[in-house]
């Protein structure tokens, strides 16, 4: 998947000469945390937060600081921050270190941009113009849409069990020593494993396969160092239905 399959275009923007107010009536208005700046032929200029908009003067929230730190910070960067929680325009007080990305770029590049920058969005540009956004949301939604909706046609239980040991053997955390028995669409897991924690990855390969009904867990867990075997809680030895 790539990022021109899940972007939202049109996108709603503003011209850098925007004030204030009507930015955030914008954001009130579609329900949105944020907005690309543009110019009027399309250039991405940056863009508004909600973030950007959280120290005002009008709601006393600039930041406060004592006057000796303040003389280390410098007159620069104190007149900086007094022009982005005074200013009147857009282009005053938004953010223009802007993370982009293209629209032929591999949707993981746009999850690995939000994670390592922390950000919400992010804008789509060809030759500098914005020609789109991601935003959360759309991942969410393509995630939806993703994820199966109906209910699989029949399925055989060898073909249940082949494609469980498929993906266990596509792993690298010790799935190894799971054994699987499938009997009418309800898959059992047994054998044995080294960390509780994939007591649960195990359980959930075994719930992702078309036609399983529900997964029982006999699996046994092995404590490396000591050598004791703890059995599964009761409630996991139970068939738990998808």
Same mark, same amino acid.
């Given at each position: 998947m790539i990022v021109e399959d899940v972007m939202t275009a049109p996108v709603i923007s503003v011209?850098?000469?925007?004030?204030?107010?009507d930015a955030a009536k914008l954001m009130l208005t579609h329900r949105i945390s944020g907005l690309p700046v543009v110019e009027r032929d399309g250039r991405l200029r940056g863009v508004?937060?909600?973030?950007?908009?959280?120290?005002?003067?009008?709601?006393g929230t600039e930041r406060k600081r004592p006057r000796w730190l303040e003389f280390l910070i410098g007159p *620069? =960067?104190?007149? /900086? !921050?007094?022009?982005? #929680?005074? *200013? =009147?325009?857009? /282009? !005053?007080?938004?953010? #223009?270190?802007?993370?982009?990305?293209r629209r032929?770029?591999?949707l993981d590049d746009v999850i690995e941009a939000m994670s390592r920058y922390r950000i919400k969005r992010v804008p789509v540009v060809d030759d500098g113009r914005l020609v789109g956004v991601v935003t959360r949301s759309d991942v969410l939604r393509a995630l939806a849409k993703a994820l199966?909706?109906?209910?699989?046609?029949?399925?055989?239980?060898?073909?249940i069990r082949s494609a469980i040991l498929a993906e266990?053997?596509?792993q690298n955390w010790?799935?190894?020593?799971?054994?699987?028995?499938?009997?009418?669409?309800?898959?059992?897991?047994?054998?044995?494993?080294?960390?509780e924690r994939e007591r649960t990855a195990a359980r959930v390969i075994a719930e992702n396969v078309p036609g399983?009904?529900?997964?029982?867990?006999q699996m046994v867990w092995i404590e490396p160092i000591s050598g004791m075997m703890i059995l599964p809680p009761d409630e996991n030895r139970r068939a738990s239905s998808q």
């Open positions: 011209e850098p000469s925007t004030s204030i107010g508004i937060s909600e973030g950007d908009l959280l120290r005002r003067g009008e709601l *620069g =960067r104190i007149a /900086d !921050e007094y022009v982005r #929680t005074h *200013g =009147r325009k857009v /282009d !005053e007080v938004m953010s #223009t270190n802007v993370v982009t990305i032929d770029a591999p199966p909706t109906a209910a699989p046609g029949a399925v055989g239980d060898e073909q266990f053997a596509k010790g799935c190894g020593f799971v054994q699987v028995e499938v009997r009418d669409g309800v898959v059992e897991l047994a054998g044995s494993i080294f960390d399983v009904k529900s997964v029982t867990d």
